[in-house]
């Protein structure tokens, strides 16, 4: 009788030449496990979203994101405060790009945070034109 953990005495399974693991059934083809198949749909779900998300931006979410969000440093009306001021005549010496940059990867050293791990590239350049439109704010 085989104590518990122990392996039966005797050649050990093979899979092309090295070692199967234990319990495992060989000479039959492989078939993606249930977890491997749901990480699939799972995938392809997200990308096909994430697709779509970029397509259809929330500019009303993204407006209040820069009254709300950046507002607690910037000033609710964004003339500035711990950060400086946001207003479109203050900004326009900037172009968008580096705008879209301070926004996703903040500013060292100051306290001005990195948001890329909140908010997409796409939504970045969103606030980043919308900061500079003459309207804004």
């Given at each position: 009788m085989a104590k518990l953990g122990c392996r039966k005495s005797g050649p050990r399974p093979t899979l092309g030449g090295?070692?199967?693991?234990?319990g495992a059934r060989t000479g039959?083809?492989?078939?993606?496990s249930g977890w491997t198949a749901r990480?699939?749909?799972?995938?392809a779900a997200l990308v096909t979203t994430?697709?779509?998300?970029?397509?259809?931006?929330?500019?009303?979410?993204?407006?209040?994101?820069v009254h709300q969000d950046c507002g607690s440093c910037h000033g609710l009306s964004l003339k500035g405060g711990l950060g400086p001021d946001l207003?479109?005549?203050t900004l326009e010496h900037y172009e968008a790009e580096v705008l879209t940059s301070v926004i996703l990867?903040?500013?060292p050293d100051t306290a001005m945070p990195p948001w890329r791990p909140l908010i997409s590239v796409e939504e970045a350049e969103w606030i980043a034109r919308y900061l500079l439109e003459p309207e804004a704010p």
């Open positions: 090295r070692e199967a693991l234990p039959v083809a492989a078939r993606p990480a699939v749909l799972l995938t994430t697709a779509f998300a970029a397509d259809t931006l929330d500019t009303n979410a993204l407006k209040r994101l207003r479109s005549e990867d903040g500013i």
